[in-house]
């Protein structure tokens, strides 16, 4: 990957790699969750352990390959664990529950001691080839590096998804050496092992062969995340849900979307978002951990860790950050950026505005232009503004300050004192005009010779 960031933490579908694998062995009722850790082992248990608290970390030793890393995994289990061992990689994102329990019935079904997921592809390079015997049993898997030319032709692969019996499992892994081109312990040897005893060895083929493809680089990392993307877009279409573009729609793994919302083009749902039933969102919209009421209306919007009610219309060209709370049928308009805040059912700030740390009522109007003023220097204050507020034009609150209900301000009015409820609050100067002083002060612009013309005019 040449990156600092361990390859099985590169995210897609609002996850790391290998939390879609944990994610997926979780669905299928694991009764214990291993993960294997080696290179970058402290990023990889801290960033996993909180939001999979059930796993379990287990040390690889300096002995490599995919054998010793299944070996010190069976070592940590309960000694008389005697069910199946599913062994499923980091780097295979797409494989999902109901892919992997069918490979579990039927290896239960066949009663073998081992089962292989494997695929047909047209290019089977990199990949491990199955080598089966003239009744199309498996025979053996084939490392690239280890493959004879006839060998090398094959074109069924190596998925790396396996399901073995444990007691098998421990008994063969122990025969297993290095002698092989890469000096590394290969599970592949198991099988092997297994039909020179006699041992049942079973492979599924899969027709989903996307869907057992690993990541080695980020340009299969973006084609597994487009494929992904593709998968979980398709998912909420047939759940009821308009997508009118897939192709520039992005949807998260965690994201949640109700029947009848309809996403426009270039419009990202990220992480837990959840969509309400009949909503609009998009075009040009990015969402990350937000919550969309029903019916509402989200146009060419940048917004985190917001609620924005039922109803409710935002946009086009808002920001929206973490800890804004738009009410029912509220609106945030164009060119308006919000923060901490709160803003009461039917409330409204229409556009050209700066809301931060302020609580709103309910039927508010600000007029264009307002800011809450709530930074000193040193610390952050907060505007309360009480229900059915109508403000003027180009108002700044300086925090902390309180609008009592049904409180008004003029146009420009800077609020440094509370308001009480139902006054008027004014803080402009009276106006004074200089006759004269552009002709006098601008001499030979086009403003002053605009001037003599109305002056000769009136």
């Known amino acids: 990957m040449k990156s600092r960031l361990p390859k099985v933490l590169h995210p897609i579908g609002g996850r790391p790699l290998v939390g879609h694998v944990l994610t997926t062995a979780g669905r299928l009722g694991a009764d214990h969750i291993e993960v294997v850790v080696r290179h970058e082992r402290d990023t990889v248990v801290a960033t996993l352990s909180e939001a999979y608290p059930d796993a379990i970390f287990v040390d690889q030793d300096e002995i490599p390959g995919t054998g010793r890393a299944v070996q010190v995994a069976l070592d940590a289990l309960p000694g008389d664990f005697d069910g199946d061992v599913l062994v499923l990689s980091g780097d295979v994102p797409l494989l999902d529950a109901d892919a992997l329990q069918a490979l579990l019935d039927g290896h239960r079904a066949a009663s073998a001691a081992a089962t292989v997921l494997t695929a047909r592809v047209p290019d089977p390079s990199g990949y491990g080839r199955i080598v089966r015997d003239?009744?199309?049993?498996?025979?053996?898997?084939?490392?690239?590096?280890?493959?004879?030319?006839?060998?090398?032709?094959?074109?069924?692969?190596?998925?790396?998804?396996?399901?073995?019996?444990?007691?098998?499992?421990r008994t063969y892994l122990a025969r297993v050496d290095q002698n092989n081109a890469q000096g590394e312990m290969y599970l592949t040897d198991v099988i092997g092992l297994l039909r020179e005893a006699k041992e049942a060895v079973a492979a599924e083929i899969t027709a989903d062969a996307v869907a057992t493809f690993g990541i080695n680089d980020r340009v299969q990392l973006a084609e597994v995340g487009r494929e992904l993307n593709a998968r979980i877009v398709r998912r909420w279409q047939r759940e009821g849900v308009t997508v009118v573009d897939p192709a520039t729609t992005w949807i998260d793994d965690d994201a949640t979307l109700a029947p009848d919302v309809t996403i426009l083009p270039n419009t990202h749902i990220?992480?837990?978002?959840?969509?309400?039933?009949?909503?609009?969102?998009?075009?040009?919209?990015?969402?990350?951990?937000?919550?969309?009421?029903?019916?509402?209306?989200?146009?060419?919007?940048?917004?985190?860790?917001?609620?924005?009610?039922?109803?409710a219309t935002v946009g086009p060209f808002s920001f929206l950050r973490p800890g804004t709370v738009l009410g029912a049928k509220g609106k945030i308009g164009a060119f308006v950026e919000t923060k901490n805040s709160t803003i009461g059912e039917g409330s409204k700030v229409p556009h050209l505005s700066y809301i931060g740390d302020a609580n709103i009522g309910t039927g508010v109007n600000l007029g264009a232009g307002a800011i809450t003023a709530n930074y000193d220097d040193i610390t952050k204050h907060r505007t309360e503004i009480g229900d059915e507020v109508h403000t003027g034009s180009h108002n700044v609150f300086v925090a902390p300050v309180r609008l009592g209900a049904g409180a008004k301000t003029g146009a420009g009015a800077v609020i440094r004192k509370d308001v009480p409820a139902g006054a008027l609050a004014l803080s402009v100067a009276p106006q004074r005009n200089v006759d004269g002083w552009v002709e006098k002060n601008r001499a030979g612009t086009e403003a002053a010779n605009a001037a003599t013309r109305a002056r000769s005019a009136e």
């Open 134 to 169: 003239d009744s199309g049993a498996v025979l053996r898997i084939v490392e690239q590096k280890d493959a004879s030319a006839e060998e090398a032709a094959i074109d069924e692969i190596n998925s790396g998804v396996y399901v073995f019996r444990a007691p098998q499992l």
């Open 270 to 311: 990220l992480r837990a978002t959840t969509i309400g039933e009949g909503a609009i969102v998009g075009p040009d919209t990015s969402l990350v951990d937000c919550e969309v009421g029903e019916g509402a209306i989200v146009r060419r919007t940048d917004a985190t860790l917001a609620v924005i009610g039922a109803g």
